[in-house]
């Protein structure tokens, strides 16, 4: 029971973590964008595991930074199971990133959340994160 790496084995739990979060069919594409985050030093993914089953994931990206003297990292996915919440995985999660990241030599933390996921910003509050009201993005075609 605890944390530990990702593993492609993973990938049925993980989608349907992702299922829960609002994102429907990453089964088709999954396994391709884990193996490519699970083969680069500039990421991590882990996972939480309760009584053998993965109860939650995290995946974090570290980022060096040009302009300023620290990198920082940023959570580009985050999730614990409907049935696993408010029994502190989603904080030893995010802990245990903050550390990754203090390890790496980042100076901070960021993620990014939707407006509509109201109960994920007050988790971030708690764990001392701060508002920071713009952001912009462009879709382009792949």
Not at 23 to 43: K, W
Not at 85 to 111: F, H, P, W
Request: aromatic share 10%; with cysteine; glycine share 6%.
């Amino acid at each position: 029971m605890g944390i530990r790496k990702a593993t492609l084995a993973d990938q049925p739990a993980i989608s349907n973590l992702l299922d829960q979060l609002g994102y429907p069919g990453t089964e088709i594409f999954l396994l391709q964008n884990m193996t490519v985050m699970l083969n680069q030093p500039s990421s991590a993914v882990l996972v939480y595991e309760l009584d053998e089953t993965v109860a939650g994931f995290i995946a974090i990206d570290f980022i060096p930074q040009l302009a300023t003297k620290g990198d920082f990292a940023r959570i580009s996915c985050f999730a614990v199971d409907a049935a696993a919440r408010s029994k502190g995985i989603g904080n030893i999660l995010e802990e245990y990133c903050t550390q990754l990241a203090n390890d790496r030599n980042c100076d901070r933390m960021e993620v990014h959340c939707h407006s509509r996921r109201v109960d994920a910003h007050r988790f971030y509050e708690r764990q001392g994160y701060e508002e920071s009201p713009k952001y912009f993005r462009k879709m382009i075609a792949g």
